[in-house]
């Protein structure tokens, strides 16, 4: 199956707070991604900026009459000069992509309850989840309401969310860690039982998770810079319990616990 290609843009959608929503449909077939995979995407037709940049989909939309090879969506927030130049092309123009890439996230099995976090733009990585765990509890936070993405774009409706809010301006005030804490914590008093985290935010947020008594078995997607997307150019190493290992080709989904923090 091809993992490189060529893809047209057929929506491009800017929302208000910084994010746009991306739909591209291969010019061939490709593998149907697992979440928590990503895709490398040509920002551009112009040498500047020279790289593709790393992307997770929020979701793969099969092959249908519409779209003979299916459909990808993203959820990018334009904060540099690569996606500032991608959420501005032209519906009907072509971007050269590489993938799907990397490690996603494990099989839930049928004895264990799902917890998915996300933290701001971390979303994007996470959001497909509750499309195959349907009901699974969903804890978003962000510093603030006006940053919370339009879901209806991507027809993610009736999630069970736990939203939290920096400045108290949207659901709980505080942090997403906090509320999830105290939801562990009452389930475990309620019905017990094996619980999975699989989460998706700023390292500052993994750190924190680290250091706190969850009593689960947790999973983090890394988001980091990367140069290749498949390994060869070493720049994306992270330090574990296993030695060093590359977040492009043997995560980005890694056990939190194997993640050796400096510091």
């Given at each position: 199956?091809?993992?490189l290609f060529t893809a047209e843009i057929v929506r491009n959608d800017p929302m208000d707070n910084?994010?746009?929503?991306?739909?591209?449909?291969?010019?061939?077939?490709?593998?149907?991604?697992?979440?928590?995979?990503?895709?490398m995407i040509k920002t551009g037709e112009s040498i500047d900026p020279l790289l593709l940049r790393?992307?997770?989909?929020?979701?793969?939309?099969?092959?249908?009459?519409?779209?003979?090879?299916?459909?990808?969506?993203?959820?990018?927030?334009?904060?540099?000069?690569?996606?500032?130049?991608?959420?501005?092309?032209?519906?009907?123009?072509?971007?050269?992509?590489?993938?799907?890439?990397?490690?996603?996230?494990?099989?839930?099995?049928?004895?264990?309850?799902?917890?998915?976090?996300?933290?701001?733009?971390?979303?994007?990585?996470?959001?497909?989840?509750?499309?195959?765990?349907?009901?699974?509890?969903?804890?978003?936070?962000?510093?603030?309401?006006?940053?919370?993405?339009?879901?209806?774009?991507?027809?993610?409706?009736?999630?069970?969310?736990?939203?939290?809010?920096?400045?108290?301006?949207?659901?709980?005030?505080?942090?997403?860690?906090?509320?999830?804490?105290?939801?562990?914590?009452?389930?475990?008093?309620?019905?017990?039982?094996?619980?999975?985290?699989?989460?998706?935010?700023?390292?500052?947020?993994?750190?924190?998770?680290?250091?706190?008594?969850?009593?689960?078995?947790?999973?983090?997607?890394?988001?980091?810079?990367?140069?290749?997307?498949?390994?060869?150019?070493?720049?994306?190493?992270?330090?574990?319990?296993?030695?060093?290992?590359?977040?492009?080709?043997?995560?980005?989904?890694?056990?939190?616990?194997?993640?050796?923090?400096?510091?």
């Open positions: 199956m091809n993992r910084g994010y746009f929503a991306l739909q591209v449909t291969p010019d061939v077939e490709i593998s149907e991604p697992d979440i928590g995979q990503f895709f790393p992307f997770s989909f929020v979701d793969f939309i099969p092959p249908n009459d519409k779209y003979p090879n299916g459909s990808l969506m993203f959820l990018i927030g334009a904060v540099g000069k690569g996606t500032n130049i991608l959420k501005h092309l032209a519906v009907g123009m072509r971007l050269s992509v590489i993938g799907p890439l990397g490690q996603g996230f494990p099989p839930v099995a049928s004895d264990e309850i799902l917890f998915i976090v996300a933290g701001g733009i971390g979303i994007a990585s996470v959001l497909g989840l509750t499309n195959v765990n349907p009901n699974t509890p969903f804890f978003y936070g962000v510093r603030t309401k006006e940053l919370i993405p339009d879901m209806v774009w991507f027809n993610y409706t009736g999630i069970n969310t736990f939203t939290t809010s920096d400045d108290g301006s949207i659901g709980f005030a505080g942090s997403v860690l906090e509320l999830l804490e105290k939801q562990v914590s009452e389930f475990k008093r309620g019905c017990g039982g094996k619980i999975k985290i699989y989460a998706c935010g700023p390292n500052g947020m993994y750190r924190a998770m680290a250091g706190m008594n969850l009593d689960a078995d947790v999973y983090v997607s890394l988001e980091t810079p990367m140069a290749c997307g498949i390994g060869t150019c070493l720049g994306c190493a992270v330090d574990t319990v296993n030695g060093l290992k590359m977040v492009c080709k043997d995560g980005p989904v890694f056990n939190l616990k194997d993640i050796i923090w400096d510091g």
